[in-house]
Nanobody, 124 residues
Framework: QVQLVESGGGLVQAGGSLRLSCAASGRTFSDSAMGWFRQPPGKEREFVAAMDWSGAIVYSADSVKGRFTISRDNAKSTLYLQMNSLKPDDTAVYYC?????????????????WGQGTQVTVSS
């Protein structure tokens, strides 16, 4: 079993920055590929960014490339998402997710464990 707890969401003006954190426990964090997903109001959950166990293989959605950076600290069992140049379209609940596999994936159904989500609201 894996527990994931996100933090760092909030209200920010367009052009601003936020850093999300996801603290993991219950399974060897360094064995798991991890990802960030988001669910905008009234829409389905969508992929944001993901990385493999080592951090060497990283995928990002086209909508966030050049603005968002995913990273991980295996010693702290923590996943991060640095979000810069935020836009109103980035408004969503952001979820951290973990696979029972070390390889990267952009598919929601490949992730077994999910956090409770953290709200990010970007005002114009």
């Amino acid at each position: 079993q894996v527990q994931l707890v996100e933090s760092g969401g909030g209200l920010v003006q367009a052009g601003g920055s936020l850093r999300l954190s996801c603290a993991a426990s219950g399974r060897t964090f360094s064995d798991s590929a991890m990802g960030w997903f988001r669910q905008p109001p009234g829409k389905e959950r969508e992929f944001v960014a993901a990385m493999d166990w080592s951090g060497a293989i990283v995928y990002s959605a086209d909508s966030v490339k050049g603005r968002f950076t995913i990273s991980r600290d295996n010693a702290k069992s923590t996943l991060y998402l640095q979000m810069n140049s935020l836009k109103p379209d980035d408004t969503a609940v952001y979820y951290c997710a973990a696979r029972e596999d070390s390889t990267t994936s952009i598919r929601t159904y490949h992730y077994k464990y999910w956090g409770q989500g953290t709200q990010v609201t970007v005002s114009s």
